[in-house]
Antibody, heavy 113, light 110 residues
């Protein structure tokens, strides 16, 4: 299993970024897929999850601003991040399943004012 | 679901046991009969590494000095004899409702 994230960037507050997580070795359509972030020196926070049935859920901190989606034929999960604030600065990782068995290496999103 | 880990910091003597608790605001028993509680170790600059899944199942390659136990809302990670390589941050994570993480416990050598 391999998860490769891309799309991390430096962006001004109020801007948008789209993250991608390309999976190999497992089908995203059959797994719950999450985006977990870790701000510098802070703990771990799951910001969004897309369940195998296509349902989604979000942390209150990003609800209404972030959208998680998937492209089944490309076996890729996305995180569209809008109206970014400085508090969204973090390393974002793609994580598989309800037990967190597989993690990507993560991408950096840096938001400045 | 809120996960409360204790202690925040755990100084341990090499060769001595260590124990980390994870208290959950809601039962972690899923409607499918599973309890989705995992434990992770994170070393500086690295992604979290899963040690234990579904309460007590050790991942391949994880030393048997690591063990997990608990049920419903209270869970524990135990290290039977701490070694120098065990230094790092430890997190519990629940996957019963979305994913949430405990605040972390820093294990260090006295």
């Amino acid at each position: 299993v391999q998860l490769v994230e891309s799309g991390g960037d430096w962006v001004l507050a109020g801007g948008s970024v789209r993250l991608s997580c390309a999976a190999s070795g497992l089908p995203v359509r059959a797994n719950d897929m999450s985006w977990v972030r870790q701000a510098p020196g802070k703990g771990l926070e799951c910001v969004a999850i897309i369940y195998s049935d296509g349902g989604t859920d979000y942390a209150d901190s990003v609800k209404g601003r972030f959208i998680i989606s998937r492209h089944i034929s490309q076996n890729t999960v996305y995180l569209q991040m809008n109206s970014l604030t400085i508090e969204d600065t973090a390393n974002y990782s793609c994580v598989v399943g309800r037990t967190g068995g597989y993690w990507g290496q993560g991408v950096q999103v840096a938001v400045s004012s | 679901v809120v996960l409360t880990q204790s202690p925040l910091s755990l100084p341990v003597t090499l060769g001595q046991p260590a124990s980390i608790s994870c208290a959950c605001s809601h039962s972690l028993l899923h409607s499918d009969g599973n309890t989705y509680l995992s434990w992770f170790q994170q070393r500086p600059g690295q992604s979290p590494r899963r040690l234990i899944y579904m309460v007590s199942n050790r991942d391949p390659g994880v030393p048997d000095r690591f063990s997990g136990s608990g049920s419903d809302t209270d869970f524990t990670l135990k290290i039977s004899r701490v070694e120098a390589e065990d230094v790092g941050l430890y997190y519990c994570m629940q996957g019963t409702q979305r994913l949430t993480f405990g605040g972390g416990t820093k294990v260090e050598i006295k």
